[in-house]
Structures are given as C-alpha cells and as structure tokens.
C-alpha cells in the first residue's frame, strides 16, 4: 500500500475516533451519577488522544511521502491546524479536568479537518519560495498559537452559553445565535460542496476578463454568474450576475460559494430552530447547568496568555525573519502579514483590557469569540479571496 494511502487511511480513522470521542463527553452532561460521568470522560479523552495519535501518523506519512513537511497549500495547513487545535485540547483537558470543553473543541476541531478535504490532497513539489527551513518553523508555530487562541474562543461560547439570560430576545442572545448560525453556514458549506463534488457537478461559462475571453468553471450551480458571462452547459440559469468591480477568474466563484454557504447555513439553522422550538442558545443551555462559569472564564483567559506569545513568535517573528531571507525585507503590507498583525493586536488588546481593566466573563467571552472570527477570516477569506504572496493553495 502507498504512502499516500496509509496517510489518507489514517486521517480518516482520526476523524472517526474524533466523532465517536465526542459522544462520550456529551454523555458526561446528562448523566447524573458522577461515577458514570467520569468514567464515559476518561474513555472520551482516551479516544481523543488514540485519534491524535492517528492523525500524527497521517502528517509523518505524508511527510515521508512528499519529501517536505505538510503545511504548504491549504489541505495540509487547515489538517495540520485542526491536529494542533486537538493537541491544545488534550493540554487543557489535563491541566483543567473538563469534560465539556471536549463536547465543544472537538466538532470544531471536526468541521476544521473535513473542510480540509474541499482542497486537493495530491501531493505536489514546493515552489521555490518555500523551499526553506523556516516553511516548518514559522508555519506550525504559527497554527499551533492559532490553534490555542481557538481553544479561547471554545471555552468563551461555553460561558456565554451558559450566562446568556434566555428568557428574553436581547443583544446578548442575537449575537450568540450569530456566532451559532455561523457555525452553521459552516457545517453548510462541507455538506452542499460535498453533495455536488460527488455529483461531478460542473457549469462553464464564457466570459471576458481582462481583455481576453476566458472560460470560467462553477462547481455549484451558479446563483451568480460572472459579468458579461454565457452559459456553456446545460444547467441552471444564474439569478443574477456579479457586479463589474467583481470581474475576474475566480471572483464570480468565490462569491457564488459564499451565497451557498450562507443560504445553506439559513436553512440548517432555521431547520434546527423549527425542531428544537427555540433559540438554539436557550436549548443547549440547561445542558451546561453543571458547568463551573469561572472556570471556563479562567480557561479562556489562560488559553490566550499561553497562545498569544506562541502565535506572536511564529506569525510576527520568525515570518518576519523568513521574508527578510526570501524578499529582502521584514514587512511588506501583504494581506496575509497584515492580518497577522492585526490578530497580534486584538489579542494585545485582550490581555491588556482582562489584566487592566478587569473585563473578566461575559465581556472577555465576547472578546474570544471576536479572536476567532479574526483567525477564520486569516483562513477563509485571506487564503481564498484576497490575492497576495501567501496565496500558495
């Protein structure tokens, strides 16, 4: 069996063992006896640490099997991301002993490496521009402080969960089922892009950019079409096309994909708030009666203190060193270095008000959740809209 194939084998079972993990800790909420609690928590940190374990053997085969450490296109940063984003829980589990922090971190943790899998997983040679021992440093220290600033974010939106009062609407509550919806548009996204790559679905279009006439391929049907655009196949009709400002290869793409994604998440979140007969938030939180709200306050804050310096050495610095190397400068205003900087000073921003000013719960809660929406825009958007000298995928 090729390497390749006992990679991919291995990041598979992880995913299972991961899934199966997570229903283990969501039986330490309802159960009452602690006995039983504690034991279904032990074979669920058991299970998280075998499935670890599995997706370290998926990046060392690959490693192997590519010649190069895999974190150079999107596929392998968003696997290596989700595998770090594990181990920063495994560390925190044994320094906190939460079970709930597992039921929350890991579906995250899930959503993370099967969005991985929208990419393609061939193995292709490094670009000469990353052909550089700073490519392992500055890029897995870099995830690694990403992944536990997430953790952060995890144990903020267990305490908002828990505190929100949900007897009435109110900012609070709106902003809450936000965040919710858009994990929801999230989980939206794997399910519609999933469905359509199995269907080999393709729609081309014939459109002028730049002065030449170029064909442009939607892998879902085409909501928007591109500017001036005219369909080649036999599909569906776009609604509408993208403005002129839009005119581009993959512009018109992109943002079809990000109306799938959103319309998909209304529906699923809409979906679950018919069945469940209120806000999402409001039935989730008996749930966390359990829950000790200081402490994960304190896990919040601590997952920061550990991960800002982390993130600051392999985002700021050794990038900064590394662009010095290929570029002959330290800074260059690209968008990927630009958002780096901007996460380095929101979560400046964080330590400083939680130490100086006291914002400790429901306002530093807020603050993590705002942490993450800056490193998935860092992943999302920067990687796949914005052009710039990271856009490697």
């Not at 899998?117 to 700073?134: A, C, D, G, K």
């Not at 679905?201 to 939607?218: C, D, N």
């Not at 469940?276 to 200081?294: C, S, T």
Request: proline content about 3%; glycine content about 6%.
């Amino acid at each position: 069996m090729e390497l390749t194939t006992i990679s991919s084998n291995l990041l598979y079972a992880a995913f299972i063992i991961y899934l199966i993990a997570t229903f283990f800790f969501g039986g330490t909420i309802r159960d009452k006896k602690r006995k039983s609690a504690g034991k279904a928590g032990n074979i669920g940190i058991a299970l998280t640490i075998i499935g670890f374990l599995s997706q370290v053997g998926y990046f060392f085969t690959r490693w192997v099997a590519s010649n190069h450490v895999p974190v150079s296109n999107l596929y392998e940063f968003t696997t290596f991301f989700g595998m770090m984003l594990v181990l920063a829980f495994i560390v925190m589990y044994f320094i906190y002993r939460i079970n709930i922090l597992g039921l929350f971190a890991l579906p995250i943790a899930l959503l993370i490496i099967v969005f991985a899998s929208m990419f393609s997983s061939e193995i292709s040679p490094l670009v000469p521009s990353l052909q550089s021992h700073w490519l392992y440093i500055h890029v897995t220290t870099a995830s690694l402080g990403e992944a536990i600033l997430s953790i952060s974010f995890v144990a903020g939106l267990i305490f908002l969960i828990r505190q929100t009062d949900q007897s009435k609407g109110s900012k609070h509550t709106f902003w809450l089922e936000s965040v919710i919806y858009m994990l929801a548009a999230a989980l939206a996204f794997i399910i519609i892009s999933s469905t359509f790559n199995a269907m080999n679905y393709e729609a081309t279009f014939e459109a002028p950019v730049e002065g030449q006439t170029v064909e442009i391929t939607y892998q879902m049907p085409a909501i928007a079409g591109p500017t001036d655009g005219e369909l080649l196949t036999d599909n569906m009709t776009p609604l509408f096309n993208v403005p002129e400002w839009m005119r581009g290869v993959d512009a018109a793409v992109k943002f079809n994909t990000i109306l799938w994604s959103f319309l998909g998440g209304l529906v699923l979140y809409w979906l679950i708030r018919l069945i469940l007969r209120k806000r999402i938030g409001a039935a989730i939180q008996p749930l966390l009666k359990k829950v000790n709200p200081e402490l994960v306050d304190e896990i919040s804050y601590r997952a920061v203190a550990i991960g800002f310096p982390i993130f600051t050495l392999g985002a700021l610095i050794f990038a900064m060193i590394w662009a010095q190397e290929a570029w002959s400068r330290f800074w260059g205003w690209d968008p990927k270095e630009v958002w780096a900087l901007i996460t380095f000073f929101f979560y400046a921003a964080f330590l400083h008000l939680r130490l100086s000013r006291g914002w400790h719960g429901t306002k530093s809660a807020w603050l993590a959740v705002g942490g993450f929406a800056i490193i998935m825009f860092n992943l999302l958007a920067v990687n796949l809209i914005i052009s710039g000298l990271h856009s490697y995928a």
